[in-house]
């Protein structure tokens, strides 16, 4: 049955028609412009247009970071999450490669969360992890959840098996995105302040969000969403190159056997 038709047919590598010079696909490339320019803007927007807040100092800027990577980390489980649902629904491989490049680059993106958030919580709370604040916690075990979910995919060899564990998994493993950036706000014990929606505490570090700030901040958030949708097409791209290459490997082998 040709390995379910070579697993469903990953892309072909992009034709000289539809690339740049070097066989670079040129939608990714203007993608991947748009998204550096943004970054421009919005380091700019970070560090000259929006002012220096008053309680807490040039430390505060770090928030557009720490924010805007924190939601484009939980939007890049949540296309892991549907990844895995419609995988389970048609099983086609394509999906697994969406899933496992998601959880990557939301890796990366939570993983800037949780290295500027210390930084913040240094200044604003004296102390850089606040033992057992449920928010922090909550968000390091989301990372680790995902972390694990990486490993363990390396210990199934089965292609469709790894895959069907992978979508399970990601469901699974969704529970805690929900609680870190949904449930923990019904915890009255965090000093993590809210940027948006209510919630049951009151956090420590708490600062008032100006015109310019709100906007920032809004820019911020879609310049990450850029750089979550850039990330995820460069990997996914080398996810099927990779799938291409084998399967012109097990082709060549065949013929040789």
Known sequence: MATQASLDNPPQVPSQTSSTGRGFPTGLAVLTGFTGV??????????????????????????????????????????????????????????????????????????????????????????????????????????????????LRQGIDDPRRRARFAAIYVIIAFTSVIFTYVGVRFVEQTIHPHVVGPSASTGEGDFGVSARIGQTLGFSLLTFTAVYATLLAHRLRLENLSERIKQVKSAVLARQG
């Open 38 to 151: 943004m970054l421009l803007a919005a380091s700019y927007m970070v560090f000259v247009y929006a002012p220096m807040e008053r309680t807490l100092g040039n430390v505060q800027r770090i928030f557009y970071f720490h924010v805007a990577s924190a939601w484009a980390g939980a939007l890049a489980f949540l296309v892991a999450l549907v990844a895995g649902i419609v995988f389970l629904i048609n099983g086609k491989m394509q999906w697994d490669r969406v899933g496992k490049s998601s959880v990557e680059v939301g890796l990366m993106l939570l993983t800037i969360t949780l290295t500027s958030g210390p930084i913040w919580g240094q200044y604003a709370w004296g102390n850089p992890w606040p033992a057992w604040d449920p928010k922090l916690t909550s968000a390091a075990v989301t990372w680790l959840s995902y972390a694990a979910y990486l490993m």
